[in-house]
């Protein structure tokens, strides 16, 4: 142990005295440290006074964003929400906190111009306090006085935090009285309350209409189907006559209308089973056994005709002035030899056309057949004293005529 301590110390001592061929060392000379310590000082210095600066300045944007943000929020209506009062007290605390804390000697940058403007605008507190609108009050008398004269201390109220808050901008306590400001006034005070114009319905007078009849109804079916026939929409003027005659089974027009529709397509049968529900609903009218008959003597069916045609009916169809309906019976019946449904038919002809020697000649012929020489000798000279037949009506007159008087 001995000897490593002495091998040790020797080393060390020839450490000392030799320098191993090294190059001497560099000394370099000891300056003093204060000058070092200053400008660390300054330098801090400096940045705590940086620090501070920009605290205060984005504690003032924050102060003003916080204001219109306030605002934009309160501006929209709202009927149970008031106004963010917890908001703005929270950010008053913190403005306030901002401003109280210690600076380090150092007092903050006063406000720029730009928010100075921003504080000078009348709407930012106006707004957060009267664009709440309350719709739960009644319009009522009271209620609305009560609106009017709180609008006026709210409007009043505002003006002296705006004036406040721009006179007063570098003091501590301007966020304290601005809060206060808000806080006193209530939420329900809004715009000008104006009264709800109010809603006058108002109706057309009531115009009572008679309903139609429907003799009236069937009467505006009837044109309907007269406009389409003159068309010549067939269809429809069926549709339209048979419609008039559901609604009215006493439009004598419109059945007539629909038979001769019917008759016209050829359509005797519809034709006929139109006109006899006429002779069933009237059976004093005529008009329908006259048309009957028509279409009966075309179709040779002159015992049907016959059947329609009583010698009751003859006096009627007389005082009527029916030629066509006397003619149609008078001439149907002496073409199935039925003389005495004939001279009935004639005879009334001869009254209603007294100087027509056509009507003269067929009673002459009627009588004839009857084998009643008296009358029908009589008829036979007054139909050739008229005068007006055919060349063969006339020769057949003077015929019979000379045979009858040649008799004994």
């Known amino acids: 142990m001995s000897i490593l301590n002495d091998t040790l110390k020797s080393l060390d001592e020839r450490n000392k005295s030799e320098d191993f061929g090294l190059p001497p060392t560099v000394e370099v000379s000891q300056r003093p440290s204060w000058p070092i310590a200053l400008t660390a000082v300054a330098v801090l210095l400096l940045a705590v006074w940086l620090g501070v600066t920009l605290l205060s300045g984005t504690t003032h944007s924050e102060k003003n964003e916080d204001g219109f943000s306030a605002a934009a929020e309160s501006s929209a209506p709202s009927v149970n929400n008031p106004p963010a009062e917890s908001t703005i007290s929270e950010r008053v605390a913190d403005s306030t906190a901002d401003i109280n804390a210690p600076s380090q000697g150092m007092q903050s940058t006063p406000l720029s111009e730009s928010d100075m403007a921003l504080q000078n605008r009348a709407s930012d507190v106006a707004e957060l306090v009267f664009n709440t609108v309350d719709e739960s009050l009644e319009d009522d008398e009271a209620q609305y006085r009560k609106r009017v004269t709180t609008t006026v201390s709210a409007t009043s109220t505002a ?21 206060s400001a808000v806080s006193k006034t209530q939420p329900s005070s809004s715009k000008a309350a104006e009264p709800k114009p109010t809603n006058i319905i108002t109706r057309e007078p009531v115009v009572e209409v008679a309903p139609k009849s429907p003799e009236q109804q069937s009467a505006v079916h009837l044109e309907a189907g007269l406009k389409a026939y003159n068309f010549g929409i067939f269809d429809e003027a069926q549709k339209s006559f048979t419609l008039a005659l559901a609604t009215f089974p006493q439009n004598n027009e419109a059945r007539k209308q629909l038979a001769a529709l019917y008759f016209g397509q050829n359509n ?110 009589s008829s036979y000279s007054r139909a050739l004293a008229i005068g007006g037949l055919s060349s063969a009506s006339a020769q057949y007159a003077n015929s019979r005529l000379t045979d009858l008087q040649e008799q004994p």
């Not at 003006?159 to 601005?178: F, H, L, R, Y």
């Not at 008959?293 to 005082?319: C, T």
């Open 159 to 179: 003006d002296d935090v705006n004036a406040s808050s721009v006179n007063n901008s570098a003091n501590a306590s301007s966020p304290q009285s601005e809060l």
């Open 268 to 377: 005797n049968l519809q034709a006929l089973q139109v006109l006899s529900e006429g002779i069933v609903i009237s059976p004093s009218e005529l008009i329908w056994r006259e048309l009957m008959a028509k279409i009966l003597v075309q179709e040779s069916r002159f015992e049907e005709v016959l059947n329609l045609m009583p010698d009751s009916l003859d006096a009627k169809a007389l005082a009527e002035g029916r030629a066509d309906y006397l003619i149609l019976k008078g001439t149907s019946a002496q073409t199935i030899n039925k003389s005495e449904q004939a001279i009935s038919a004639f005879s009334a002809m001869t009254s209603l056309q007294p100087n027509n020697a056509k009507w003269w000649l067929a009673l002459g012929v009627n009588y004839d057949a009857l084998a009643d020489e008296r009358l029908a000798i």
